[in-house]
Structure formats: structure tokens, C-alpha cells
């Protein structure tokens, strides 16, 4: 694929613009775990194993004591191309109607190369929503598209609870429980108790209507069927159980079907700073470094981390169009922060 430097929206303009279409306030793992921009194509990282170590008193002429070094171990793992093109855009449609009236309808190409490149941009937000919700539920990244690709970054199988009885079973299930048992292993684990929880809608619902957990928020009361999570902050504060709760719903269109970024079924526990826990990282694609290479771009290396867009021409048969590329992976960067609880086995 040949990039096209005079077409009616140069490649640094597009890519500008790519980079400056805002991320929709409906990918919420988005707004939470941030994206970064990394000048390589490759993910480097250290998984560093922390333990709560104490010093030692000595006599005042012993033996200074030589503390364990903590674990430690280099990770290099190349990041996966992630792009999308228009199969016949505005674009390619306005080009075919010039070609058989007559006409340089500059404007109007130029209108529709920003309209592809919006739409084109908006299935990669979705697509990064989508792999960050897949590396949450066990510390896995395996996209579907790609065959035999699997990241594992070593959740600890303790981190991966399955409750005793399912939340769905109101009359038996005690979802406080569950949660204040998942946050002390959390904290024997990290050394601090987790800072806010991830889960569906109908997570909440199940929670909210067992037996245990109204009469922990209001006594045994007949006829309460249902207590709210305001209800319970006061119990979550005292217990250590997060107040801060994060509705995630998103539902994205996966090969004609609707997908949802995270299960009904599982209540993910995460740090007081998600930052912490997770993150996307973007780093420099090939198209990032054919414009950096290009006498035809004013393209620095320094540009080159994130979507690029271009419009580029292939074939034959020749067709031209819109195409967004970039190249990434999400990155969960301490295994051990993470902890996700099967709330309907």
C-alpha cells in the first residue's frame, strides 16, 4: 500500500486530526485506565515483586543483617498492529462520481477523508475498550482475530475467585461476605486494600437484594426486599470493602454482534490508582515511520507514537482510501492488583 502525499488532506493533517477525536463518554474502561504513547513497538517492563520487609535490630557490634532482594524480571513483548479502513467510503464514492462527471470537488473529498478518518478512529477506541476489558477478566490478552496469540501476564490463581453461592441466589448468597474476604486476600497480597470495583449493572442487583446483606444494612426488617449501595457505604467503609464503584455496560459490535467489554458475572476489585493496575500503550507503526522517513512529511520520530492517518492507494485493481493505523497492547502492570471474583458460577 502506497501512501498518497497529495491527496486532498495531507498525512500529517489526518493524523493530527485522528489524534484529536475525543474518546466517547461510553468506553468506560477507557476513562479509566489511561492510553500511552511509547516511541517504540515494543512493551518494556519490569514485573517487580513487592513484599511488606521489615529491618532488623542488631546488637551494637553484630552482624547487619542482608535483606532478600526483591523478585524481579525483564519483559519484552512486541505490541500487535491495530488499523481499520473504510472497504468503500465517502471518499472512494466521491472519487468515482468526479471520475465519471467531470469536476475537482477539493472540498468535499476533503470533507469526506475527516468523516472516514472520525469513523475509522472511533472503531479503534472501541477496539482498545474491548482489549482492556479482555486483559481484566484473567490477566489474558488473547484477541480473537488473531489465531494462537495469547499474553498472559501471571495473575496469581488466588486472585481469581469463584464464590461459594451464586449472587443470583438472593435468599442464600452473601455477597458482603464474599467481598470483604476478597479484600483481605487483596490486601494480604498487596500490602493496602483495593480502591474501587468494577461490575455490571445486574452484579449490583443480585448484591442488593440478598437476604444477608439487607439485614447487615437494616436489621431483619419483613417486607425489605432491597437495600441500594448507599446503604451499604457505611458497612464497605468500616469492612474496607471500596465505596467507589464503577458501572461498566459498554456493549460493542463484534462481527455483527453486540459484545459486552466485561461479563455480567464478574466483580473486579482494582487500586486506589488505576493507573497502577493497568494501561494501553501505543507505540510507533510502520505507517508512523514511512512519514518519518518521507521527505514529503514534516514527520518527526518525536510524532510518530499513536494513530496515524493516511490515505493510501492499493492494488490492482487500484482503489484509494482512508486508512487508520497504530500499533499497541494493553499492558497490566502489576499481576498482583488484580483481582476478579465469578459471581455466578
Known amino acids: 500500500m502506497a501512501i498518497i502525499y497529495d491527496a486532498p488532506v495531507s498525512p500529517v493533517d489526518l493524523t493530527t486530526f485522528v489524534r484529536r477525536v475525543p474518546l466517547p463518554n461510553t468506553l468506560m474502561l477507557s476513562s479509566i485506565f489511561p492510553t500511552v504513547l511509547k516511541r517504540s513497538s515494543k512493551v518494556n517492563f519490569s514485573e517487580i515483586t513487592k513484599t511488606n520487609r521489615t529491618a532488623r535490630f542488631r546488637a551494637p557490634d553484630g552482624r547487619i543483617h542482608v535483606a532478600d ?23 472512494e464514492r466521491l472519487q468515482e462520481e468526479m471520475a465519471r462527471l467531470g469536476g475537482t470537488r477539493t472540498e468535499a473529498l476533503s470533507t469526506a477523508i475527516y468523516d472516514d478518518g472520525q469513523d ?29 496469540v495469547s499474553i498472559d501476564y501471571g495473575v ?53 437484594t440478598q437476604t444477608k446483606v439487607i439485614n447487615a444494612a437494616r436489621g431483619a426488617q419483613t417486607g425489605v426486599t432491597r437495600v441500594s449501595l448507599a446503604d451499604l ?11 467507589n464503584w464503577f458501572t461498566v455496560e459498554t456493549q460493542l459490535d463484534i462481527d455483527g454482534v453486540s459484545t459486552r467489554v466485561l461479563p455480567a458475572d464478574k466483580v473486579i476489585l482494582i487500586p ?17 515511520l514511512e512519514l518519518v522517513n518521507s521527505s514529503e512529511a514534516d514527520f518527526t520520530f518525536e510524532d510518530a507514537p499513536g494513530l496515524v492517518g493516511v490515505v493510501i ?22 499481576a498482583r492488583k488484580l483481582m476478579v471474583l465469578d459471581v455466578i458460577p
Open 120 to 148: 475509522l478512529t472511533l472503531y479503534a477506541q472501541n477496539r482498545i475498550e474491548q482489549a482492556l476489558g479482555d486483559v481484566l477478566v484473567d490477566g489474558v490478552f488473547a484477541p480473537a482475530e488473531l489465531s494462537g
Open 69 to 91: 532482594r526483591d523478585g524481579y524480571s525483564d519483559k519484552s513483548i512486541s505490541m500487535i498492529p491495530i488499523s481499520d479502513s473504510r472497504n468503500k467510503g465517502e471518499y
Open 272 to 288: 486506589p490508582n488505576p493507573e497502577d493496575l493497568l494501561e494501553f500503550q501505543l507505540g510507533v507503526s510502520a505507517t508512523a
Open 313 to 334: 492507494k492499493e492494488g490492482p485493481p487500484f482503489r484509494q482510501f482512508t486508512f487508520v493505523d497504530g500499533i499497541g497492547l494493553p499492558v497490566l502492570k502489576d
Open 233 to 243: 457505604t457505611g458497612i464497605f467503609d468500616n469492612e474496607g470493602v471500596p465505596t
Open 156 to 208: 496469581p490463581g488466588a486472585n481469581l475467585i469463584t464464590v461459594g453461592t451464586s449472587w443470583a441466589t438472593s435468599a442464600t448468597a452473601d455477597g458482603l461476605s464474599d467481598l470483604i474476604a476478597a479484600c483481605d486476600l487483596y490486601e494480604a497480597a498487596n500490602g493496602f486494600r483495593p480502591g474501587g470495583v468494577l461490575a455490571s449493572r445486574a452484579a449490583q442487583r443480585q448484591l442488593v
